[in-house]
């Protein structure tokens, strides 16, 4: 059974606009969330990562984490077709932040 | 400051056939990872390592998969008789602690 569950599979947004992709664990013991960009045939690149209730800013992309209901989301302002990717979320136990379990990804086309 | 570094970058075998994956982590990089990623599919941990330590192979199929890291740097990734269902993407990652995870460009394996 996978631990963390993406939503949608697939987005298609226009340049220029808002992308927002949904991330939950059905595992209780987690504790920390990371957001990971892979370019197709290129590896996964750490966009983000955060461990509190609220909200974390950085450039274009915002991260949410609600602790309680282990559900995460980011957001892409301004969507530049540079931005289209695999858009991998991971969540970590709080006993070991170096475990990461994967979800399956969000496939995110920007169109121009 | 130089990436992870993989090799070989691809790989094509029958069924039945040996094949070993080599993995150079960022200099100064106490952790090493191995991933396998399916396609269409988020990464998932093989194994990883803290020096020359394994600290969680439980998810490595031991009976046909293997993985050292002698000298706590390098590593190698080894499977003894390919199966079909083993085509996936072969990632390494490292990090410093259980900070970020850098990932390596990958193998990605075609089994025949």
């Known amino acids: 059974q996978q631990k963390v569950q993406q939503s949608p599979e697939s987005l298609i947004v226009p340049e220029g606009g808002m992308a927002s992709l949904n991330c939950t664990s059905s595992d209780r013991n987690v504790d920390y969330f990371w957001w990971y960009r892979q370019h197709s045939g290129k590896s996964p690149k750490m966009l983000m990562?955060?461990?509190?209730?609220g909200e974390k800013e950085e450039g274009r992309f915002t991260v949410h984490l609600n602790k309680a209901s282990l559900h995460t989301s980011l957001h892409i302002r301004d969507s530049q077709p540079s931005d289209s990717a695999l858009y991998l979320c991971a969540a970590s136990p709080l006993s070991n932040y170096n475990v990461l379990y994967f979800g399956s990804g969000t496939k995110l086309t920007v169109e121009p | 400051e130089a990436g992870v570094t993989q090799s070989p970058r691809y790989a094509v075998l029958q069924e039945g056939q040996a094949v070993s994956f080599w993995c150079d982590p960022i200099?100064?990089?106490?952790?090493l990872y191995w991933y396998q990623q399916p396609r269409d599919q988020g990464p998932q941990l093989l194994v990883y390592f803290r020096d020359e330590a394994v600290i969680d192979n439980s998810q490595l199929p031991s009976d046909r998969f293997s993985a050292v890291r002698p000298k706590g740097t390098n590593s190698t990734l080894k499977i003894q008789s390919a199966k079909q269902g083993d085509t996936a993407t072969y990632l390494c990652?490292?990090?410093?602690?259980?900070?970020?995870?850098?990932f390596g460009p990958g193998t990605r394996l075609t089994v025949l």
């Open positions: 200099s100064g990089h106490d952790t």
């Open positions: 990652a490292s990090s410093l602690s259980s900070y970020e995870q850098y």
């Open positions: 990562s955060i461990f509190s209730n």
